[in-house]
């Protein structure tokens, strides 16, 4: 009888143990499902790609400040800054709707800003943005700055515009605004190219490098070239790069060389202790 009641006491602790095991690992599955639920990042917002056009337009009226001489136009980086402190520069091409923030991520892909607008919103129209293979202040050899190619003639669209002589001769320059500072680049190739990675392409650093894709440009049978320009690794190449919808496997690239540097101001920056070499290499001595 003794050691009846006894093995019924056993198997009632077994079962109770059981039980609290069961307990725990339900309860653990709960908190751990509570918990990453409770972190999970936000889906980012869909852009509307009419109302993200809308509010850049806004943005432009806001933060420029013409002036007669394009080098002294104004752009208001606070402001930028408050709104997405990954913009740090600002493009325009005359002739063009091209006017637009620059923006780089150093904490996302390099892609991010492809299909994320200022406001982080994802989808189309994106962002005209760099990668973080590039400095932010315009000194490597060659800097890449990509846009879409979009129905609306929005972005980069507009660089297409340079398909025709005429325009690529009326328009030849390119204006890059920073803090403190205005670059002026003039065009020299607009030319169809394949879809290679650029920047992976080359070593811009060896001359050689350097050389063979100016060669390329200017060799190119489908756009426009003035060889009248000097391009040298020390005037740096701008490369503006979209879309070809007609040729998805092939870049349409707007290609600009360092002609003048205006700096109003003394800034602290990399771009302020190298700005005697830009403006040399602008001038050709």
Not at 138 to 153: M, R, S, W
Not at 212 to 218: C, F, G, I, Q, T
Request: with cysteine; proline share 4%; aromatic share 12%.
């Amino acid at each position: 009888m003794e050691n009846q009641r006894q093995g019924e006491n056993k198997k009632i602790k077994i079962i109770l143990i059981v039980v609290v095991a069961c307990i725990v690992l339900i309860g653990a599955g709960v908190g751990a499902w509570m918990y990453l639920g409770g972190t999970k990042e936000e889906e980012p917002q869909q852009a509307d790609p009419i109302e993200a056009q809308a509010a850049y337009e806004t943005m432009q009226e806001e933060v420029i400040t013409d002036s007669d001489d394009p080098m002294h136009r104004e752009i208001d980086f606070d402001a930028l800054k408050e709104r997405n402190p990954d913009v740090y520069a600002w493009i325009w091409i005359p002739g063009t709707n091209i006017d637009y923030p620059i923006l780089q991520s150093t904490v996302e892909a390099d892609d991010y800003y492809l299909n994320t607008t200022i406001d982080g919103q994802y989808g189309l129209p994106g962002s005209i943005y760099t990668e973080k293979y590039n400095s932010q202040y315009f000194i490597d050899p060659v800097t890449v700055v990509y846009g879409h190619e979009l129905k609306d003639g929005t972005m980069f669209s507009e660089l297409h515009k340079y398909e025709d002589k005429a325009f690529f001769d009326q328009y030849p320059y390119i204006y890059i605004y920073q803090p403190g500072i205005a670059l002026k680049y003039q065009i020299f190739a607009a030319v169809s190219f394949d879809d290679r990675y650029i920047l992976g392409s080359y070593n811009f650093m060896d001359v050689n490098d350097f050389q063979k894709y100016l060669d390329e440009l200017l060799n190119s049978i489908n756009g426009n070239v003035n060889r009248d320009v000097q391009v040298m690794q020390e005037s740096t190449i701008l490369t503006l790069s979209t879309c070809i919808s007609a040729y998805p496997d092939q870049r349409w690239l707007v290609n600009g060389t360092l002609a003048d540097v205006y700096q109003p101001e003394a800034v602290q920056t990399e771009a302020t202790q190298t700005d005697d070499a830009q403006t040399e290499a602008a001038q050709g001595e």
